[in-house]
């Protein structure tokens, strides 16, 4: 699969959720009204609310969800990177903002095309406009108001939250995956930036802070397009991890590396402009069973257990030993194309706390 295909299968899964928050809470709200007008004897309600039919139960379906899908779409590609920056609250309130105005249009066009189908006359006939007229001054309008505002907080925390603990983090949580402990094969790599105490001392903590929020943020791209789940963020280090399933995560895993070591360079005179120093970093990458699951009293996350970390671990902590930048185990270095990359062996090495040996290989990028 190409980065571009993943760039965009990744975008359409950001923007799938908001449609389904919009459609499930748009079918509660139809089943709410479709009660209250049954049930009412208001007759400015009755006049004024259009009638659940099967016919308007699929099309406010479709339409609720592609307006999700399009809330989704603006807050993905285009409106959240204004409030990049910004505190939870101005977010919230920034957005909230932008939407409404949004969202009374939208309200003006779908109450329009549905009133048309219901009276099956022309959209632009003066009888639907009076009927929208109607709607606009009547407490219906107020009801569905309230609504599309539940809607649009609720995914527009769904977005914050899922941007915090990460959108798969999120999603296993929903759906009990790790509930209970799962034993699942995967491939990790465990990142290091070098001489993050000196820049740390340099820069200052506060310096320092925003300097590590640029560099995780100018990685985040290659780690994405290439499928990667950032499991940790450990000071300086990135812990990253890929599913051993169909695709060849060895191959993913170190395109990711020198992806991100090319996506960096080429934000160094921006480092050095904002910050004087250009951060470097060195990688392992080893592969193996994990039990992973739920864990955590005062706060929940999700939890990897396994020899593969530790091991990795400690093979990152030979790449100053051995003056190599990335090195991978034998398990991994045996799915990567040679073609590509110029390997050098290391057999037999003991690795720090561990009894047995291991055959490591140092990869580097053919020119």
Known sequence: MSIITMKYKRIFLKILPFGIIWLLLGLLFLWIEYASINTTINQEISKSAIYITPEIVLFASISIFFIGCFVGFLEVRLINKFFVKKSFPSKLIG??????????????????????????????????????????????????????????????????????????????????????????????????????????????????????????????????????????????????????????????????????????????????????????????????????GEIGALKKEIFFTGDVLNTTARIQNLCNEFKMDLLVSDLIAKNLESNSFVLKRMDNIVLKGKSNTINIVGVQKKE
């Open 95 to 292: 957005k909230f903002i932008i939407y409404v105005v949004l969202m009374n249009l939208l309200t003006f066009v779908f109450y329009l095309l549905a009133a048309s189908i219901e009276m099956q006359k022309s959209v632009f006939s003066l009888a639907v406009f009076e009927r929208y007229k109607l709607f606009f001054f009547s407490i219906t309008n107020i009801s569905t108001s309230i609504q599309l505002a539940f809607s649009m907080l609720v995914s527009l925390l769904y977005a914050e939250i899922s941007d915090n603990l990460g959108q798969n983090v999120l999603l296993n949580f929903f759906i009990g995956k790790y509930h209970k402990p799962v034993v699942e094969n995967r491939t990790f790599m465990f990142t290091d930036m070098k001489d993050s105490t000196r820049i740390a001392e340099t820069l200052g903590n506060v310096k320092y802070f925003n300097f590590l929020r640029s560099y995780y943020n100018d990685l985040s791209e290659s780690i994405l397009n290439y499928n990667g789940e950032v499991y940790q963020y450990i000071g300086d280090e990135i812990v990253i991890s890929w599913q051993n399933k169909n695709a060849n995560s060895e191959m993913q895993s170190v395109n990711c590396f020198f992806d991100m070591k090319k996506k960096l360079s080429e934000k160094k005179d921006k480092y050095l402009k904002e910050y004087n120093v250009f951060p470097e970093f060195k990688a392992a990458v080893h592969k193996g069973e994990v039990t992973v």
